[in-house]
């Protein structure tokens, strides 16, 4: 019924950039908040940067200033710039979001199947 799709994923050396795309499809009515995740092997998942439907952002702590989250509400999609990358950030990141579908109506949290980011030192 509602699907989220990432995209932009890969191996970058170490100080490169990436940027990772996540779009929702589906019956819906309403995207309240968009995020993303990540796991790295043997760790458990953790908030890299969640955006609300306002665009208020949360960043997790692992980015000090090198992430930057953005949305197009007319798209579906969000957005992940990462700069400066560090081989530490290497991880699954995964897609997140709130979202209101029709037919019928409900709310329901979705994840979006990950995208890898490898980063070489």
């Known amino acids: 019924q509602v699907q989220l799709v990432e995209s932009g994923g890969g191996l970058v050396q170490a100080g490169g950039s990436l940027r990772l795309s996540c779009a929702a499809s589906g019956r819906i009515l309403r995207i309240n908040d968009m995020g993303w995740y990540r796991q790295a092997p043997g760790k458990q998942r953790e908030l890299v940067a969640t955006?609300?439907?306002?665009?208020?952002?949360n960043y997790g702590d692992s980015d000090k200033g090198r992430f930057t989250i953005s949305r197009d509400n007319a798209k579906n999609t969000v957005y992940l710039q990462m700069d400066s990358l560090k081989p530490e950030d290497t991880a699954v990141y995964y897609c997140?979001?709130?979202?209101?579908?029709?037919?019928?109506?409900?709310?329901?949290?979705?994840w979006g199947q990950g995208t890898q980011v490898t980063v070489s030192a």
């Open positions: 997140n979001a709130d979202i209101w579908s029709m037919a019928p109506m409900s709310r329901g949290n979705y």
């Open positions: 955006i609300d439907s306002g665009a208020g952002i």
